[in-house]
């Protein structure tokens, strides 16, 4: 251990808060109504200060992390197992830091947003509010973990809150959506438990463990393993992460998920749940088996290229807001995925960037559509129109996460976008050219729907609309800077990815590829001619 566990710290408050939800004590069915809604607020508060505390806590944190210092900080390692070598283990580097600090950030607006989602339900209105809490303690675990069981404890765990909130809290066919969701997810958590298992046995055959099985990550990278185990374990973990992502063709769970799921759920499932997948691919099936990793990098680009056009194509086409938005975050990860598989500098760095402007795009995007959803009764694009004539903040920030959706200059997604297709395309030109089309099918299926849902004529059933609240502003209002903020100056939080990335690239011996020669010697001549 290394000093104060921040890590644990910032999990355990999420949690403690999750508790002291459920201990507040409910009110018999005869309560008058005015008791009834006093407890709830109460509830609702409470959650939301334990992840304010969460946010003030991590950023603390994060004032203490160094570019400049050990890879890993932050470390905590303790005997868990012993018999089995596991341990509970965490530290972050540049790019789990960047994940952790979305992750908290995201988690008070969506309860801000989410003040009203579980008012209606059968279930208790804190149950929720726990779920969201306890969710939080294990997405903090899942990038903090440096144990592989405890990473893959933490990944299976947080199955299960977000299980219940899209089955019991959300909408339409939710059972069906939370039982796909679950049912793929245990699929690619089996493959990689195998693959866990595998990996373990393989490292106490081998001489840089002293022959004793281990989950440590920071053992597992020194451990040699044949080129043919190597395409084995990764299949193991990267299907499960591509699940996770999700990446085409183990997308099919997730346009249902965010369809059935309450808005404040659908953020925390695209914005960070699906983000453990691309991390996973980081983390573990570049730095754990690196020529396995390029064996099948071919086959990955082809998919991330696939998934880009696939999910952008079939975006323009839906008649549903959030089936719309959960099939652009299809397209979006197949551009992290290229990012990550291109394997340069400014790709990974352009992929981790890219996970955190996604989460805040999409986050506010979607809580933007859930407060119209609220208003209007419906999800059909076509039972609105006019909108901004009757509600034009609503409309106008609408607007500007939509555009970040589609990558324009000045708002964040531009420069992660920027940054995956300069990478990809200093070393795969062709797949770099076909996903350049998914920029020219984002902003038709982005205008088409703010054209058709916002502009024209007033339809009747949003005549009345009101415009947004205050609580709605403050929950969405923080988004929009940062999305503003990251994309005037995104230098900050490179900074902090920079350092990791490149200590990734050295771990796997990856260089950047050079550029060529006959360019600056043709100019150097050229300029040498001149009278």
């Known amino acids: 251990m290394n000093g104060f566990p921040w890590l644990t710290v910032a999990g355990a408050i999420p949690l403690a808060g999750a508790l002291a939800v459920l201990l507040v004590p409910s009110l018999p069915r005869d309560s008058a109504p005015g008791d009834v809604e006093a407890r709830t607020r ?18 603390v944190m994060a004032t203490r992390f160094s570019t400049t210092g050990p890879d890993f900080q932050f470390t905590e390692q303790y005997s868990w197992i012993p018999q089995f070598g596991v341990h509970y283990a965490l530290g972050v580097d540049g790019i789990a830091l960047v994940l952790i600090g979305m992750t908290v950030v995201l988690m008070p607006v969506v309860i801000l947003a989410s003040w009203h989602d579980a008012d209606n339900a059968k279930r208790s209105v804190k149950t929720y509010f726990a779920l969201m809490l306890v969710l939080e303690t294990m ?34 066919p939710r059972q069906y959506a939370a039982v796909k969701f679950l ?46 185990v190597q395409k084995w374990l990764f299949l193991g973990f990267f299907i499960a992460f591509a699940i996770k992502a999700p ?29 453990v997948g691309t991390f996973g691919m980081i983390r573990y ?19 991330a290229v696939i998934s880009i056009l696939y999910g952008a194509i079939v975006a323009i086409g839906q008649t549903s807001v959030k089936r719309l938005i959960g099939y652009t975050s299809v397209s979006h990860f197949g551009f992290i995925v290229l990012g990550i598989f291109a394997l340069t500098s400014q790709g990974q760095s352009g992929a981790t960037l890219y996970m955190v402007n996604h989460g805040f795009a999409t986050g506010a995007i979607f809580l933007l559509a859930g407060f119209m959803i609220a208003r209007r009764g419906s999800d059909r694009i076509a039972d609105y129109g006019g909108v901004q004539k009757v509600a034009p ?18 708002l964040s997604t531009f420069v992660s976008e920027f940054l995956v297709l300069a990478g990809t395309f200093s070393r795969y030109k062709v797949a770099a050219t076909f996903a350049t089309a998914g920029i020219i099918l984002a902003a038709i299926y982005v205008l088409w729907m703010y054209q058709r849902a916002m502009n024209g004529p007033v339809s009747e059933s949003v005549s009345a609309m009101p415009d947004l609240k205050a609580r709605e502003l403050a929950a969405v209002v923080p988004l929009i800077a940062l999305i503003i903020a990251m994309g005037v100056y995104p230098k900050p939080v490179l900074d902090v990815i920079n350092p990791a990335v490149q200590s990734t690239m050295s771990q796997v011996h990856s260089t950047d590829p050079v550029p060529a020669h006959p360019v ?9 001619a001149q009278p």
């Not at 109460?42 to 950023?59: E, G, N, R, Y």
């Not at 298992?197 to 001489?207: D, F, T």
């Not at 903040?393 to 000045?410: D, K, N, R, T």
Request: proline content about 5%; overall charge negative.
């Open 285 to 303: 099936c570049l730095e754990l088996f690196p020529a396995a990793f390029r064996y099948f990098t071919p086959l990955v680009l082809t998919l």
């Open 520 to 528: 600056s010697a043709s100019v150097s001549v050229s300029a040498g």
């Open 393 to 410: 903040l609503l409309a106008g920030l609408f607007l500007v996460s939509g555009l970040a959706l589609l990558s324009l200059p000045g």
């Open 139 to 172: 997405m903090i675990g899942v990038f903090a973990a440096t144990d592989v069981f405890l990473f893959y404890v933490f990944f299976e765990a947080m199955l299960i809150p977000m299980y219940f909130m899209i089955g019991s809290f959300g909408v339409g």
């Open 42 to 59: 109460l509830v609702k508060v409470l959650a939301l200060a334990f992840s304010l505390i969460a946010l003030v806590f991590v950023i």
């Open 183 to 228: 049912l793929y997810s245990l699929l690619g958590g089996l493959l990689m438990l195998v693959a866990v298992i595998a990996l373990y046995v393989y490292a106490g055959q081998s001489a840089a463990t002293g022959h004793h099985g281990t989950f440590l990550f920071s053992t597992l990278v020194h451990v040699s393993l044949s080129p043919t």
């Open 247 to 275: 990446l085409w063709p183990f997308h099919t769970w997730l346009p249902d998920a965010s369809f059935s799921a309450q808005p404040g759920a659908a953020v925390l499932m695209l914005g960070v749940m699906d983000k």
